[in-house]
């Protein structure tokens, strides 16, 4: 049992956030049977484009192969099992071991093995390919995998989710792309206080106090209490949650805010307008009027606000975790509203922002505080508990994740 | 002098003092060695080589504005991550002055930043770029910094650059 419901208090079991049992059984329990995000197609914009990355505990590659089609392979040969490529990304129309010097097409087909001569009669070559994962699929552009061959199919996975991510894809005519630049940093705690800490409204005031000040110095007063139009957390299905609500920050796509350079405001507006006349009004309205911190589970993070920052992680012990993020953005935008965007999002977002890094230190200190688990076992999540319609300082979007997590985690373990 | 003939050392004693000023934790004084235009970079780990555009996210990529906010907030006692505030101690070595303008230098130099907090040590390695501009009286104001970390990522570093570099 990790989570319990007693009296109109939710208790969540701290040990699940320490335990080496509980971290190796969560592989097989959660990581090996959900879907989970791997890249974005514009991250290999071009025929031969790879991405090497870590994705469920195993190194992956993100490949366009020549004829422009995606794949994901696992990284590793299927002679000695060294990884085939070494790089953090490139473009190659053939991967080559270096171990033993077998080469593969970057669509994953064995190409050759040197001294072949010299293997058996009848070497099946045609079958020593590299290894897939069991299921790949991509939804408006964003490719995940999954190592259990009978997850369901990704769109039905994700369920209430798309309808937030097609919010983040119809933000323009143009494809969506990643920006070059990644944030690639760490934290001495537990993935799932991540999880949580990522759609939690209720910690803001407190921990990002010094960010509010900043803003409202450069012209945006984004006090939370005074500014919100709608504020509501949504329990989305399979374990997914959001917190959503309409602030007074700027973002690029398209509210501009007096924080932004005067100068753009003419070209955001414009960028609103087109909105509307491609989309109608009112989902334009949602469409640039929705800020958003999504949760699908169990580690990809959306957060659209100042402009769009996509998160994940992925757990190295019980107290370690490592995490990457991008900002997805129209490709059309001008270097001037590029620049706009990224600087309101790095004020806030990544390991030199002025939010990020208090988030990560009270992580930490939290994973510190359940070294007490045995003496202090549970945590309360019980903020709107018997609400109707919880808001985003609420902790819907926790207990969403914990039942999800529970339900996975009790499904692995043998029946009494 | 001028920036035609200023030498090595004026420019490393420059360095050396600035150091103190941000191992003191005097950032109000800090803010003042700026030019109003000036430019503080930190690129991703993924961007190693080269000063980022304003259309690549960096890790810092800071104009006088955002470094006022960060002042700020690194003075309250409110910026968690810093209160109490990180000892630090800053090497600077292997400096060059590596091109002269009329009124401007550029200046590459190696920094080791260890910064301690309760937890640990936490290093950062890597190297700087600097523009100077050089006043009529040879003081030197910042109007670019650029550091650049050696870092493949921050996984194993603490995670984050909370500090100055």
Not at chain 1, 327 to 355: K, N, R, V, Y
């Amino acid at each position: 049992m990790y989570v319990k419901e007693t009296e109109n208090v939710f208790w969540v079991r701290r040990e699940a956030m320490v335990s080496d049992e509980i971290f190796a059984a969560e592989r097989s329990a959660i990581w090996d049977k959900v879907w989970l995000y791997v890249g974005h197609e514009s991250e290999v914009p071009n025929n031969n484009d790879f991405q090497t990355r870590d994705v469920g505990n195993r190194s992956v590659i993100l490949v366009r192969d020549g004829e422009g089609k995606i794949h994901v392979h696992l990284n590793v040969c299927s002679h000695r099992g060294a990884e085939v490529c070494r790089q953090r990304s490139g473009n190659a129309a053939a991967f080559l071991c270096v171990y033993h010097a077998w080469t593969y097409r970057n669509d994953g087909r064995l190409s050759s093995i040197p001294g072949v001569d010299t293997f058996p009669p009848n070497y099946p070559k045609e079958k020593m390919g590299l290894a897939r994962p069991p299921r790949v699929e991509t939804y408006r552009g964003f490719v995940f995998l999954s190592f259990n061959p009978d997850v369901p199919p990704l769109a039905e996975w994700l369920g209430g989710a798309c309808r937030y991510l097609d919010l983040v894809a119809d933000q323009s005519a143009v494809p969506l792309q990643v920006l070059p630049g990644t944030h690639e940093y760490g934290m001495k705690a537990n993935w799932k206080l991540l999880v949580e800490n990522s759609a939690d409204g209720y910690h803001g005031m407190p921990v990002h106090s010094t960010y509010f000040d900043h803003m409202k110095r450069i012209g945006d007063n984004v006090s939370l209490s005074t500014r919100y139009k709608a504020s509501n957390a949504y329990d989305l299905g399979n374990g997914h949650a959001i917190s959503v609500r309409v602030t007074p920050m700027s973002r690029a796509v398209a509210r501009w805010s007096p924080s932004m350079p005067e100068e753009l405001k003419p070209a955001i507006e414009a960028r609103y307008a087109g909105l509307v006349e491609r989309l109608g009004a009112e989902y334009a309205d949602e469409v640039a009027n929705t800020d958003f911190n999504l949760v699908i589970f169990p580690n990809l993070i959306v957060l659209n606000a100042m402009g769009v920052v996509l998160r994940t992680f992925t757990p190295t012990a019980p107290d370690r975790l490592r995490v990457t993020s991008w900002m997805l953005a129209p490709a059309d935008l001008s270097e001037a509203e590029s620049h706009s965007m990224i600087d309101q999002s790095l004020a806030f977002f990544g390991p030199g922002g002025m939010a990020t890094p208090d988030d990560a230190d009270i992580l930490e200190s939290v994973q510190r505080g359940l070294r007490s688990w045995r003496e202090a076992p549970w945590s309360d999540i019980s903020k709107g508990l018997t609400k109707d319609q919880p808001d985003s300082r609420d902790e819907l979007q926790m207990r969403v994740f914990w039942r999800r997590y529970e339900q996975l985690m009790l499904a692995q373990e043998p029946q009494a | 002098m001028s920036a035609a003939t200023i030498d090595r050392a004026t420019v490393e004693d420059h360095l050396f003092a600035d150091a103190q000023l941000l191992d003191e934790w005097r950032l109000q004084e800090w803010l003042e060695t700026l030019t109003q235009d000036v430019r503080y970079v930190i690129p991703a780990t993924d961007m190693y080589e080269a000063t980022p555009a304003h259309s690549h996210l960096a890790i810092a990529s800071d104009d006088m504005r955002m470094l006022i906010g960060k002042v700020e907030r690194l003075l309250s006692t409110r910026g968690h991550c810093e209160y109490p505030f990180s000892r630090t101690r800053r090497l600077i070595t292997n400096v060059r002055i590596v091109s002269r303008r009329e009124n401007e230098i550029d200046v590459a130099a190696n920094f080791i930043v260890y910064r301690a907090r309760r937890s640990g040590w936490y290093p950062y390695v890597g190297r700087y770029e600097f523009t100077f501009l050089v006043l009529p009286d040879d003081s030197l104001k910042t109007k670019h910094r650029a550091a650049i970390l050696d870092h493949y990522d921050l996984a194993e570093n603490g995670g984050v650059v909370s500090i100055l570099l």
